[in-house]
Nanobody, 124 residues
């Protein structure tokens, strides 16, 4: 089993920055592809960013490209999401996800483990 715990969500003003962190435990972290997804009120869950297990690729949704940065620290078993130039439409619950098997970075159904989520609210 793998446990994922997100932290860092809070209320922030538009234009501000926020850093989310996800701590993984239970299995060898460096074999996971790690992703961030979000679900806004009344909307489906959507892909935000992912970092491949071999550190060869980072993936971003078009809506966050240039504003968000995903990083990982295999020594600490963490994956972070640095969010800059935040907009009200970034308001959502953000989820960390881990994939041990092969799959598509942006497809939620291809991930094996999920955290409980952390709320990010961006005020205008």
């Amino acid at each position: 089993q793998v446990q994922l715990v997100e932290s860092g969500g809070r209320l922030v003003q538009a234009g501000g920055s926020l850093r989310l962190s996800c701590l993984a435990s239970g299995r060898t972290f460096d074999s996971f592809t790690m992703g961030w997804f979000r679900r806004a009120p009344g909307k489906d869950r959507e892909f935000v960013a992912a970092f491949s297990w071999d550190h060869s690729h980072r993936y971003y949704a078009d809506s966050v490209k240039g504003r968000f940065t995903i990083s990982r620290d295999n020594a600490k078993n963490t994956v972070d999401l640095q969010m800059d130039s935040l907009k009200p439409e970034d308001t959502a619950v953000y989820y960390c996800a881990a994939r041990i098997s092969s799959g598509r970075a942006a497809v939620a159904g291809d991930y094996d483990y999920w955290g409980q989520g952390t709320q990010v609210t961006v005020s205008s």
